[in-house]
């Protein structure tokens, strides 16, 4: 079964600031069922990267996904106010359908 | 663009099962993998397992194998999560969620509209 281990567990960063969050596959992965979500306190989930570097409909792109492989990684080049919140990459596909790493926390330094 | 409604929160005693709802619409119900994933509090994202209607079958994280059953239908678009012999452990919220199926490939895809999720707090 895939593990994903995302990195940081929380980032603290200021408005503008560029973030760099981090996935790690526990073996390699297609590129083409990698996702990322963005959380907010008392919300859902919401789609924001899939297939590892294609941004969702309505996503800013300030957004980027890239990798391959093992290592994944969600870019986020200028922060603005409302993208502090919790992101959680996962693995989709075939067999198990879905994983989810244990997310990271992006706060306001 | 669909949009899912969950069932209200839940108070559920030890032991005990809940059955949660997760009805569709603005879409094509049937052809889409819904799932339902849990979020204990504090904690990440887990998926409990997922149906596609078309097919009828569901399958299962192996964690839920035997305490959790999946159903969809598709009369009225709506999915149900049911989850038994409760433990304080299952207090969480509760998302459905759907995705796009692959058929060239039978693969699952990105999860593209949630729920607005379901609260089932497990208590004595």
Same mark, same amino acid.
Request: charged residues 15%; proline residues 4%; neutral net charge.
């Given at each position: 079964?895939?593990?994903?281990?995302?990195?940081?567990?929380?980032?603290?960063?200021?408005?503008?600031?560029? *973030?760099?969050?981090? %996935?790690?596959?526990?073996?390699?992965?297609?590129?083409?069922?990698? *996702?990322?979500?963005?959380?907010?306190?008392?919300? *859902?989930?919401?789609?924001?990267?899939?297939?590892?570097?294609?941004?969702?409909?309505?996503?800013?792109?300030?957004?980027?996904?890239?990798?391959?492989?093992?290592?994944?990684?969600?870019?986020?080049?200028?922060?603005?106010?409302?993208?502090? *919140?919790?992101?959680? %990459?996962?693995?989709?596909?075939?067999?198990?359908?879905?994983?989810?790493?244990?997310?990271?926390?992006?706060?306001?330094? | 663009?669909? &949009?899912?409604? &969950?069932?209200?929160?839940?108070?559920?005693?030890?032991?005990?099962?809940?059955?949660?709802?997760?009805?569709?619409?603005? #879409?094509?119900?049937?052809?889409?993998?819904?799932?339902?994933?849990?979020?204990?509090?504090?904690? #990440?994202?887990?998926?409990?397992?997922?149906?596609?209607?078309?097919?009828?079958?569901?399958?299962?994280?192996?964690?839920?194998?035997?305490?959790?059953?999946?159903?969809?239908?598709?009369?009225?678009?709506?999915?149900?999560?049911?989850?038994?012999?409760?433990?304080?452990?299952?207090?969480?919220?509760?998302?459905?969620?759907?995705?796009?199926?692959?058929?060239?490939?039978?693969?699952?895809? &990105?999860?593209?509209?949630?729920?607005?999720?379901?609260?089932?707090?497990?208590?004595?």
């Amino acid at each position: 079964e895939i593990v994903l281990t995302q990195s940081p567990g929380t980032l603290s960063l200021s408005p503008g600031e560029r *973030a760099t969050l981090s %996935c790690r596959a526990s073996q390699s992965v297609s590129s083409s069922y990698l *996702a990322w979500y963005q959380q907010k306190p008392g919300q *859902a989930p919401r789609l924001l990267i899939y297939g590892a570097s294609s941004r969702a409909t309505g996503i800013p792109d300030r957004f980027s996904g890239s990798g391959s492989g093992t290592d994944f990684t969600l870019t986020i080049s200028r922060l603005e106010p409302e993208d502090f *919140a919790v992101y959680s %990459c996962q693995h989709y596909g075939t067999s198990p359908r879905y994983t989810f790493g244990q997310g990271t926390k992006l706060e306001i330094k | 663009q669909v &949009q899912l409604v &969950q069932s209200g929160a839940e108070v559920k005693k030890p032991g005990s099962s809940v059955k949660v709802s997760c009805k569709a619409s603005g #879409g094509t119900f049937s052809s889409y993998a819904i799932s339902w994933v849990r979020q204990a509090p504090g904690q #990440g994202l887990e998926w409990m397992g997922g149906i596609i209607p078309i097919f009828g079958t569901a399958n299962y994280a192996q964690k839920f194998q035997g305490r959790v059953t999946i159903t969809a239908d598709e009369s009225t678009s709506t999915a149900y999560m049911e989850l038994s012999s409760l433990r304080s452990e299952d207090t969480a919220v509760y998302y459905c969620a759907i995705g796009g199926y692959n058929w060239n490939d039978a693969s699952t895809e &990105q999860m593209t509209n949630w729920g607005q999720g379901t609260l089932v707090t497990v208590s004595s």
